[in-house]
């Protein structure tokens, strides 16, 4: 139990994304797994000390990454912080309803806390106060939705759609699921990439042969990459030495260590790797080191919290 409180009051110190933390974060913390914390949270001690955002009874458990573990006496602050607000509205939101009502939002929180909670939100939407993150649409039932999720047109895009194409103009390939712009009568055909200069590209014969040289660089092609798990460790042991062997290690700098690895597959080969418990990642506590944009934009969102910092485990 003073281990408990000793590292609740360590991440309370820290602020911002780091407390409360979520059961998971904190079973991480302490070096226990998720099941022997909240076992621990149980006992008499800690339940006049500590509270769950989430009601447990019965055989219902508490989800390890929607669950906060909070001092009982900050129970107003969290109601009204931003972090109970993302953590919720990332529980509650599916990719088919993105926007989700104020109504559905406390749901599954400890009772005392979803009525604080609901009397915040009110609040916010009176006082038009919300994190960076989220965005509302006001009215008799309120909606809450993620920035990032809100469809935006593209930068230049026209207001009103282009008018169709002349009957017999060439057509150009879309790239990265973009519309398709038709060109006008005659035009070459190219493709812009990234606001690059366009160049244009003669239509090749259908039936030509490939190029000689092409046929051999097909043959001298590079061999396949080392798997990444191999390159990961080895970029994080070197980032890590340089930087003075603390054991964290910023996403970004992980990233660009990688550039040939999109940002898909690197993100699913690293939530492999957490859970063999190889490493952890970890949020800013902004006292340190002022996050860059880059290095804010290279995080990844879970549970309300931007994760930023790697680490490497020892526990497994």
């Known amino acids: 139990m003073s281990r408990l409180l000793g590292v609740l009051e360590s991440q309370k110190q820290l602020g911002g994304a780091s407390y409360p933390p979520t059961l998971e974060r904190l079973a991480e913390l302490t070096g226990d797994t998720p099941a022997v914390t909240a076992k621990a949270l149980t006992t008499r001690e800690a339940k006049a000390r500590l509270l769950l955002s989430r009601g447990v009874g019965g055989k219902k458990k508490p989800a390890p990454g929607t669950t906060l573990v909070l001092l009982a006496d900050d129970l107003q602050a969290v109601a009204q912080s931003d972090r109970l607000l993302e953590l919720q509205l990332q529980s509650a939101r599916t990719a088919g309803a993105p926007a989700v009502a104020l109504a559905q939002l406390p749901k599954g929180l ?112 590079a061999p396949a990459p080392a798997p990444f798990t191999d390159r990961f460790d080895a970029a994080f042991a070197a980032l890590d030495r340089d930087a003075g062997g603390h054991n964290y290690v910023t996403l970004h700098a992980l990233r660009a260590a990688l550039p040939d690895v999109s940002r898909a597959v690197f993100d699913a080969e690293l939530a492999a790797l957490r859970r063999q418990r190889r490493y952890s990642l970890d949020p800013s506590d902004g006292r340190h080191h002022q996050m860059a944009e880059a290095e804010r934009d290279a995080g990844i969102m879970e549970a309300g919290n931007l994760l930023v910092y790697v680490a490497q485990r020892h526990d497994a």
């Open 110 to 221: 400890l009772p005392a806390l979803s009525r604080a909670f609901k009397a915040a939100l009110d609040q916010r939407i009176t006082e038009r106060r919300l994190p960076r993150t989220v965005g509302a649409l006001t009215g008799k039932k309120p909606l809450f939705f993620f920035i990032a999720d809100a469809v935006l047109p593209a930068a230049g895009a026209p207001v009103h759609p282009a008018a169709p194409a002349p009957h017999g103009a060439p057509r150009h390939a879309a790239l990265d699921g973009a519309p398709r712009h038709a060109a006008l009568d005659g035009a070459p055909r190219h493709a812009a990439l990234d606001g690059a200069p366009r160049h244009t590209v003669p239509d090749a014969p259908r039936d030509a042969a490939p190029h000689p040289a092409a046929a051999d660089a097909d043959a001298d092609a």
